[in-house]
């Protein structure tokens, strides 16, 4: 939605009164409300419990299930000997005495990290194993038409050897051997059907439980059922047994059978054949990525000239083949990296340039706006204010693997900075102060900071003002400060820029002082130098295959390195 008190078009309107623009939010009822409309709104007789908040706060409020016995009442209980919701009259009614409750949320957590096990369990283990039974049956297919050609084959030369009064028999014997193999083919296509069936039902049901966890409609939540009892219940695995070609001596009247025949094939179910495989794929579940080591000689694989008038600062990838990349002016601009040709450009907002700019898991651009305040997202070329600060003011942005936003932000007095992540609108944590109550981070002053999360969810800013990289972990406890190496290439003082990480956690950041690109490990070891003929060296990222991207401030040209194996 574009700011009603910044924008003329897509203006929210309240519900009640559609002229005043929506100011107020009822989570009971999800209606848009302006300030006026709120009393008229709560004096209805639609619900008992209108939760108004600022429009901003929206779905912030635990929805309670409606009571099945006592109309909208609201179930705050739980009878766990009965095994359901229960609301005040309910218990006023006796009907649960001496029945042991809990409190709703306390059960509706114990489900939603029931279901989400479940879940993990679907998307790690069950879903793979099921990717692994396909990949041995289409192999084994495979096989059978190889296997079954050889057999051919084999009827073949031994018909050639009966020559013209043959050919007939040689035509039977293979007429026999197609049905065969078409009998086997189309159970074992039979069979592949039923497991994509199975994995494309496994699917949905993810899916499912996906959208009750996005939610806040706890009665959706506690509507889930999964059905992962059933999954675990592997398909028996099936094994086709070939026929064997006997070939037999030419006899005229027994030419039939002394040609040679075919023994039987079949077609058998083993149970046990399929065990379950677990492929782990977040940091919590242990995920291991393949070992890549670094490479003698970093190389520049392309170099992307970009149109900026003045000074390139910002880099991030959208994907293995685009970039978006922001300057000294309010366009951020999207380049296809093989070809370098613009392929879309988007202005902000407020007409200011974009402190810096990140990609979050879904592929929406998001960008803040240092003297606007805000950090937004752009969604279908709309931009839609995400974050609205007072007495703070947003610096550097970028997206964690969980889908939050980590921001680091300045004081307006430029006296304090601060690490703040965000769930959508709502503040998680905040991370400023170390054990001993010092500042992690330099004021601002002037100085730039910049963010990115590790592949083992350790927090690393770039600290320009104290001239080091400052890595906390999770719960933001200090972890160690690097502040350069020696001898550095131009034999300047560690000036640290644009940050990120790759696949084996190494930690990259910009020095424009040297003209390169410093690689840490992640406990903070230095391992070496990336200059590749760098100039001014600012915003970093990497894709996919662990390539660098480096934004360079006055040529305005991306360069594209590659580092590891």
Known sequence: ?????????????????????????CDTCLVNLCKACVGEHISTGESKDHMVVKFQDRQSTPLYPTCTFHNKDRCVMYCNQCDIPVCLGCLASKQH??????????????????????????????????QDIVSDVQNRMSQLEKEYGDLSTAITKHGEDWHREIDKLVKKRKAEVNEMKNTQLQTLQKHLGEINKKMSDIKDEINSIETAI????????FSVTSNVHTHRNLPHRIIPSLPKFIPGKIHGEELDKMFGALSSSSLTSDKHGYSMKTRQKSPEAGFSPPVKQLIDEPKTVTTIKTEYSYNLYNVVCLSDEEIWTSGDDSIMKLYRINQ????????????????????TKSGDLVYTDYRNRTVNIVKNEKIEEVIRLQNWRPNSVCSTSSGDLLVIMDSDNKKQTKVVCYSGFTEKQSIQFDDKGKPLYSPSSGYLGYITENKNLDICVSDEGTKAVVVVNQAGKLRFRYTGHTPAPNNEPFNPLGITTDSQSHILTADRNNHCVHIIDQDGQFLRYIDCGLSLPWGLCTDTNDNLFVAQLLNKQVKKIKYLQ
């Open 1 to 25: 939605m574009m700011d009603p008190r910044t924008s003329a078009q897509d203006v929210m309107r309240c519900d009640l009164c559609e002229t005043a623009v929506v100011q107020m939010h």
């Open 97 to 130: 005495l001496g029945h042991e409750l809990s409190k709703l949320l306390q059960v509706l957590d114990e489900k939603k990290d029931m279901i989400l096990k479940e879940r993990n369990e679907l998307n790690d283990t069950i879903y793979p194993t099921y």
């Open 214 to 221: 996005d939610t806040n409609d706890l009665s959706k939540l």
């Open 340 to 359: 370098g040709s613009l392929l879309k450009s988007i202005r902000t907002k407020s007409g200011k340039w974009p402190s810096n700019i990140a990609v």
